[in-house]
């Protein structure tokens, strides 16, 4: 069995873990389950209240694995980007059921930084400047950024979670960059620091 921690997998393997659950093997679905938890966690984790987190990641992976037969790869569609419509989906159905807008938390934890106190100060004053910018921009600059630059999501994943072409994709990534620097800019931040 793959060792995720050790290595990423590639999304040929990942089609294969997919046909595998397709097939029933929750084992195989485990190993998808713990490849994007992380990341659909934090994308959720910026889009809706820190209570609401975990029931719609759970939310998530029960509705993938329940869907998993439907899932069918195209050259234009990839796992990852069907499981960030489904997150994207559930956060919009989110918001309708209870009408309220999130707020970016700045206390998330990173297990990767060092444990120095001197860093970890600096570094969650930067989180808590860099939320209160993203905070500032509009809704879909605020999706742009954290599915680009938090996520690392591809232009192209991100155009089949938004459904939207590669090059609006582009265009708001320019301008969500732009404002967030005019942001920055306003709260006294230097861009080069």
Same mark, same amino acid.
């Given at each position: ?28 679905f ?13 994308y ?6 820190r ?62 930084? #060092?444990?120095?106190? !001197?860093?970890?100060? %600096? =570094? ?8 209160? +910018?993203?905070?500032? *921009? ?7 950024i ?10 192209? #994943?991100?155009?089949? !979670?938004?459904?939207? %072409? =590669? ?8 301008? +969500?960059?732009?404002? *967030? ?13």
């Open positions: 069995m793959m060792n995720i921690k050790d290595s990423k997998i590639s999304d040929k393997e990942i089609e294969k873990l997919v046909i595998k659950s397709q097939q029933g093997d929750a084992e195989a485990g190993i998808i389950y713990d490849t994007y938890v992380t990341p659909i966690y934090r959720i984790f910026y889009k809706v209240k209570e609401d987190v975990e029931d719609l990641v759970e939310q998530l992976f029960l509705k993938a694995w329940e869907n998993i037969r439907k899932y069918k790869k195209r050259k234009q569609t990839s796992f990852k980007s069907w499981l960030f419509r489904i997150a994207h989906n559930l956060v919009v159905d989110h918001y309708r059921l209870t009408r309220e807008h999130a707020s970016l938390d700045p206390r998330f934890s990173d297990t990767k930084k #060092e444990s120095n106190p !001197v860093i970890q100060a %600096s =570094e969650s004053l930067n989180n808590d400047r860099l939320k209160k +910018a993203i905070e500032k *921009l509009k809704p879909n600059y605020q999706q742009i954290i599915l680009k630059f938090l996520n690392e999501l591809s232009n192209e #994943e991100i155009s089949k !979670v938004l459904k939207k %072409s =590669e090059g609006s994709v582009r265009i708001l990534q320019f301008r +969500a960059l732009k404002a *967030l620097k005019i942001i920055l800019s306003d709260m006294g931040v230097n861009s080069y620091e």
